[in-house]
């Protein structure tokens, strides 16, 4: 009986969310595919980047951080509230006012040459790829609790439902389906917080309290201050602009709504962290002690809803993660066809939605394979975070910045950058510092250097520029 | 304090809720604006 209710709870969803992506329409040109015609209304871009963060770690994650250590990860969450609204206030604007740019690297192009545009291309796709491996692990994780299916069989099924629509409509299509599954999460889970403290938890106030003042003193206790700065550094830096955030920025449909996108998206992320540490407090007083912290959300739904109300959210988690998969797919895909092939080859309007398509399906198919080699959720997007940051701020904020920034600088900063990550990630530190801020150091070092040695564009003669550098008359 | 904390809570589930909802009537508005405009498309 209990499996049959959830295939009908499964099904259902799949049938809404099937009509809700055929309602977003096919991208007929790569402008469609890849920044959705610019035409992004305040609230889709701000649904659409919250179902993005929203992944896993942030539902989860944080439901059994709160369980484990209280309040502590809401206080650590505020840096990646600060971090919106940063990228909100100073660089989203800049962003969405330059011209023809569809990606990151064609913002990098613009501001220092093709060459840097390549290099920040192959970054955003290993990225986009490595993000959407640990989407796709997670997928299978909570699909294969709802069916009982395999693990490599659940894989296969949420990451092909999600190519399916995020190949043919694009990043429309991948806005609208996220938009339709930031409304089933934000209006489920919350409600489910409200139902487990009004009906389940005894004691009331009083107890939630005392649980979630015990369980802080804990966290606070195992914590060491060096772990906190590491994880504060991996909240404001590691998501940074990643390229599904900097494709939503660029297809706002003005300035504005770029920056204020970002800015409600910054807000809404601590109410979001509130309630999930909330749930995790709450379970405190419902769920066994000893289970394991990836599953005490799955536990407390379990013990508290009934079985049609437990399937509908787990599908909800899993949407939770289709509307970051999609994202990272697409994202993945445009960066692929813009910043990766376009510099090298002349092509029509519909030849690049095509290399776009299949560039999906490329990434998808990575993902699905790369799921397996995942450690675990938390450890595989931390390793992501700690070459995304080095690999890619410090050219890329520093560019939007600079008047006349220097190509050589951003080669040797995004180079460095990754390839110190990357060793960071197979060497351990002689010094408790975290990976992410020493690979950060040497990067903004490196960009530094490069940017000293290199002779400033507008002295450069004008016959021996790239298509994207700029000369000193413009 | 405790009663402070508490409706602190409440009021966060409730903001996300109110968030959702929002966000549900830009979605439902631009479903139907794609509708329109495929269809006057279709009619040219």
């Known amino acids: 009986m209990h499996t049959i209710s959830s295939v009908v709870v499964v099904t259902a969803y799949v049938t809404v969310l099937t009509f809700v992506a055929v309602r977003a329409r096919a991208a007929l040109h790569f402008t469609e595919f890849s920044l959705a015609g610019r035409t992004l209304p305040l609230a889709l871009v701000f649904g659409s980047l919250c179902a993005t963060y929203v992944g896993p770690a942030f539902s989860i994650g944080f439901v059994g951080k709160g369980f484990e250590s209280g309040f502590l990860f809401l206080g650590i969450g505020l840096a990646y509230a600060v971090q919106n609204i940063l990228v909100g206030l100073l660089i989203a604007p800049r962003l969405r006012s330059l011209k023809n740019c569809h990606t990151l690297g064609d913002a990098i192009g613009q501001k220092y040459d093709q060459k840097c545009q390549v290099v920040a291309g192959i970054i955003s796709v290993g990225l986009c790829a490595g993000f959407a491996a640990v989407m796709a692990k997670a997928g299978g994780i909570v699909l294969t609790d709802i069916l009982g299916l395999p693990s490599w069989s659940a894989v296969i099924i949420v990451v092909a439902v999600t190519t399916l629509y995020t190949t043919f409509g694009g990043l429309r299509a991948s806005v609208i389906t996220d938009a339709f599954q930031f409304t089933a999460f934000a209006i489920l889970l919350p409600v489910t917080l409200l139902l487990v403290l009004l009906f389940h938890l005894s004691g009331g106030a009083a107890t939630f309290v005392k649980q979630a003042s015990d369980a802080t003193a804990l966290g606070l206790g195992s914590t060491s201050l060096v772990n906190i700065v590491g994880l504060l550094a991996a909240f404001l830096l590691g998501e940074t602009l990643i390229p599904p955030y900097a494709n939503r920025a660029l297809a706002s449909r003005t300035t504005r709504i770029s920056r204020n996108g970002f800015l409600l998206a910054g807000v809404f992320s601590v109410v979001w962290f509130t309630v999930m540490i909330s749930l995790g407090i709450a379970a405190r007083s419902i769920v066994p002690k000893d289970t394991g912290e990836d599953y005490i959300l799955l536990t407390l739904v379990r013990y508290t809803m009934p079985a049609a109300g437990y399937t509908l959210l787990l599908v909800v988690l899993v949407s939770v993660i289709m509307s970051s998969l999609d994202s990272l797919l697409n994202a993945g895909a445009v960066a692929f066809a813009e910043d990766i092939v376009k510099p090298f080859v002349n092509m029509t309007d519909k030849t690049a939605l095509n290399i776009g398509r299949c560039a999906t399906i490329g990434i998808a198919a990575i993902a699905a394979a790369g799921a397996v080699a995942v450690p675990s959720i938390i450890s595989g997007l931390l390793i992501c975070y700690t070459i995304w940051a080095p690999a890619i701020l410090p050219a890329l904020i520093i560019g939007l910045w600079l008047k006349h920034p220097r190509p050589l600088a951003g080669i040797l900063s995004m180079g460095v950058g990754t390839l110190i990550a990357i060793i960071f990630q197979f060497v351990s530190l002689p010094i408790k510092i975290p990976a992410i801020l020493m690979a950060l150091c040497v990067a903004l070092l490196a960009y530094v250097l490069g940017h000293c040695i290199a002779r400033p564009s507008y002295l450069v003669p004008r016959d021996s520029l790239d298509d994207g550098r700029r000369t000193m008359d413009e | ?44």
């Open chain 2, 1 to 44: 304090m405790e009663v402070i904390i508490f409706i602190i809570i409440v009021i966060a589930a409730l903001l996300a809720i109110a968030s959702g909802i929002w966000v549900a009537i830009a979605l439902v508005s631009a479903i139907s604006a794609h509708r329109d405009q495929a269809n006057k498309e279709n009619n040219h």
